[in-house]
Nanobody, 124 residues
Framework: QVQLVESGGGLVQAGGSLSISCAASGLTFSTYAMGWFRQAPGKERESVAAISRLGGTIYYVDSVKGRFTISRDNAKNTLYLQMNSLTPEDTAVYYC?????????????????WGQGTQVTVSS
């Protein structure tokens, strides 16, 4: 079965950096667009970043542009999110997502597969 397993979350001070990863199994990783979502308490799940199958197309939500970098290693079946200049507003559970293309991987109802999430907490 398909598994997306996030790791690397934790507590960091404002202005700091954190890198999270998503290890995929049970699917042909290179044939899926991948994305990161986040959900803060009381808020809707929002798309943070997305990357096409071979990494040639990347999207970011405006609030993380210039601070976050999404990348993937198809040889390792792993998705990454490097987060810099973190603020308390970035505090959320971060979810890995896989879908058929970069449009559907940014739209929660159309996402094919979800990870279980990893908590990122930024203290002020």
């Amino acid at each position: 079965q398909v598994q997306l397993v996030e790791s690397g979350g934790g507590l960091v001070q404002a202005g700091g950096s954190l890198s999270i990863s998503c290890a995929a199994s049970g699917l042909t990783f290179s044939t899926y667009a991948m994305g990161w979502f986040r959900q803060a308490p009381g808020k809707e799940r929002e798309s943070v970043a997305a990357i096409s199958r071979l990494g040639g197309t990347i999207y970011y939500v405006d609030s993380v542009k210039g601070r976050f970098t999404i990348s993937r290693d198809n040889a390792k079946n792993t998705l990454y999110l490097q987060m810099n200049s973190l603020t308390p507003e970035d505090t959320a559970v971060y979810y890995c997502a896989a879908s058929t293309n970069t449009r559907t991987v940014r739209n929660p109802p159309e996402v094919g597969y979800w990870g279980q999430g990893t908590q990122v907490t930024v203290s002020s």
